[in-house]
Nanobody, 120 residues
Framework: QVQLAESGGGSVQAGGSLRLSCAAS?????MGWFRQAPGKEREGVAS???????KYADSVKGRFTISEDNAKKTLYLQMNSLKPEDSAMYYC?????????????????WGQGTQVTVSS
């Protein structure tokens, strides 16, 4: 089992940037980011597998970048050109297989989440 701890959330104006971090107690895993806005279902945002292959939700392509530092056991999500609709609780996730597969986003292990709020 792996413990995940997110940081880096906050409040920004539209067009701004934030970088989320996720410290993992163990590595490597297939890693990813999900988000959930009030009244909405949780959705996959970005993932990276053990081979470094990344996947992004269409809504964030070209604006968000997922990366990791294996030596530091840390996952990152660089978020640029933020929009109010990006506001949500963001969760770091880990899995023993690719988080995005067969058109579905799934993870086994979850962090507590970090809030991102984007104002217009």
């Amino acid at each position: 089992q792996v413990q995940l701890a997110e940081s880096g959330g906050g409040s920004v104006q539209a067009g701004g940037s934030l970088r989320l971090s996720c410290a993992a107690s163990k590595y490597p895993y297939c890693m990813g980011w999900f988000r959930q806005a009030p009244g909405k279902e949780r959705e996959g945002v970005a993932s990276i597998d053990l081979g470094g292959i990344t996947k992004y939700a269409d809504s964030v392509k070209g604006r968000f970048t997922i990366s990791e530092d294996n030596a530091k056991k840390t996952l990152y999500l660089q978020m640029n050109s933020l929009k109010p609709e990006d506001s949500a609780m963001y969760y770091c996730a880990a899995h023993t297989s690719p988080i995005y597969a067969g058109g579905r986003w799934e993870a086994r292990y979850w962090g507590q989440g970090t809030q991102v709020t984007v104002s217009s």
